[in-house]
């Protein structure tokens, strides 16, 4: 089994570039989430899906919009990248809000 | 606001037993994890209290204690594939899990 994936494991991006990071997962969990990890900071929660259909925002979630057309999938848009938004992207998913969280492998953006 | 502290880096020898503390501070307390992240890599599912209390898994252990906001999980008989970052997370009153930074620990032989 799969698990969660994401795509592209890296990036290098130039500012005011749009960029979409795709993830999938194969465990027909419910819910889904994006964060970001830097250095020093804990992992920051950026948008998450409770099920398919709907969406909300997290901790960190300007300059970034999200969408769940459906249970497995869970794209992370970035609209017009910043340098800020160099960072380490994990999607995660859980069978329910209240469930473990299981991450995918991350994708590496760096922003130019 | 909402505060996970966790120290930021270990040291311990191999074969020997560690405690990496958590503080936290949040609204609301659903629950404790700890997860295990090695360099470069996506973080894995350790443990989880949601009770006062000890959960035992083999070489590890986490407890909790929530009238202190505290948790502390406990590896005995270290290995080096046991160096990795540890990261605590409580799942507040909204249900989203609030992060601490992590603590790197480092296995010597």
């Known amino acids: 089994t799969a698990g969660i994936t994401q795509a592209p494991t890296s990036q290098i991006l130039a500012a005011g570039r749009s960029m979409t990071l795709r993830c999938t997962q194969d465990?027909?969990?419910?819910?889904m989430y994006w964060y970001r990890q830097d250095l020093g900071l804990g992992l920051r929660l950026i948008h998450y899906?409770?099920?398919?259909?709907?969406?909300g925002k997290g901790e960190v979630p300007d300059g970034y919009s999200v969408s769940r057309a459906n249970t497995d999938d869970f794209p992370l848009t970035l609209a017009s990248a910043v340098p800020s938004q160099t960072s380490v992207y994990f999607c995660?998913?859980?069978?329910?809000?209240?469930?473990?969280?299981?991450f995918g492998p991350g994708t590496r953006l760096t922003v130019l | 606001g909402q505060n996970i502290d966790q120290p930021t880096e270990m040291t311990a020898t191999e074969g020997a037993i560690v405690q990496i503390n958590c503080t936290y501070q949040?609204?609301?307390?659903?629950?404790l994890f700890w997860y295990q992240q090695h360099a470069g890599e996506a973080p894995t599912f350790l443990s989880y209290?949601?009770l006062d209390g000890l959960e035992e898994k083999g070489r590890l252990t986490s407890v909790l204690s929530r009238s202190k906001g505290y948790s502390y999980l406990l590896l005995k008989e270290l290995q080096m594939k046991d160096s990795a970052s540890y990261l605590c997370?409580?799942?507040?009153?909204?249900?989203?899990?609030?992060w601490g930074a992590g603590t790197k620990l480092i296995i010597k032989p």
């Open positions: 465990m027909r969990h419910n819910a």
């Open positions: 949040t609204s609301g307390f659903n629950g």
């Open positions: 995660a998913s859980s069978d329910s809000g209240e469930g473990t969280q299981y």
């Open positions: 209290n949601v």
């Open positions: 899906s409770n099920t398919a259909g709907t969406t």
């Open positions: 997370a409580v799942r507040d009153s909204n249900y989203q899990l609030i």
